[in-house]
């Protein structure tokens, strides 16, 4: 079944504690994103990866890391995290940019303590 | 940056009625995607509209780019199509800028 897998479903961590975020894809697509979602703000793109080894910035990179070093795969790095990054995040994956329809995983539930 | 408005904020219907969701973008964007948020959270994409019209079932979209907006229409309503829509646009090739969303609560 095609799909995009996150895990873990839900994490509660404390403050500084580093936490990885995984994000696999099993459509052989190029381009992979995160966003997180918070209540009155929407979805907002936090980094996006057009192919292995190409990242790049979106809308709210800061406190956040990435790497793409295979395709199917695109971990989301929270090297010190804080309170304010409580929040729902995303991880979709399309096969060619923002140019064919965007998939999302089932979101990860952060709570940062 | 581009501003994505989308209205109505609330909607509320009764089973079997009909309803218009409009996504107004302030400048011109490479493509433009309808997407569903139900209950349980989970995002699925309805549409992917760029521009001109498409229908899958119940639900069609048509998206004017000349004029900056998009509308999501939804026949014959159900309990099941309760959630948030949402329309996403693209720009700049490869950023993604959502809407705030349309709440939509459809009682039997």
């Known amino acids: 079944e095609a799909q995009v897998t996150q895990n873990p479903r839900y994490l509660i961590t404390v403050t500084g504690k580093k936490l990885t975020v995984t994000c696999s894809q099993n459509m052989n697509h190029e381009y992979m994103s995160w966003y997180r979602q918070d209540p009155g703000l929407g979805l907002r793109q936090i980094y996006y990866?057009?192919?292995?080894?190409?990242?790049d910035k979106g809308d709210v990179p800061e406190g956040y890391k990435v790497s793409r070093k295979e395709k199917r795969n695109f971990p989301l790095i929270l090297e010190s995290p804080s309170p304010n990054q409580t929040s729902l995040y995303f991880c979709a994956s399309s096969s060619r940019g923002l140019s064919e329809k965007l998939f999302f995983g089932s979101g990860t539930q952060l709570s940062v303590l | 940056g581009i501003q994505v408005e989308q209205s109505p904020p609330d909607l509320i219907l009764q089973e079997g009625a009909n309803s218009t969701l409009r996504c107004n973008f302030s400048?011109?964007?490479?493509?433009l995607q309808w997407f569903h948020q139900n209950p349980w959270g989970q995002l699925i994409n309805l549409f992917y509209?760029?521009?001109g019209t498409k229908q899958n079932g119940r639900l069609s979209a048509t998206t004017v780019a000349t004029e900056r907006y998009s509308l999501l229409y939804i026949s014959s309503s159900q309990t099941t199509d309760s959630g948030v829509y949402f329309c996403a646009v693209g720009y700049n090739t490869d950023k993604l800028i959502f809407g705030t969303g349309t709440r939509l609560q459809v009682f039997p």
């Open positions: 400048d011109s964007v490479n493509n």
């Open positions: 990866s057009m192919n292995v080894e190409v990242t």
């Open positions: 509209i760029p521009s």
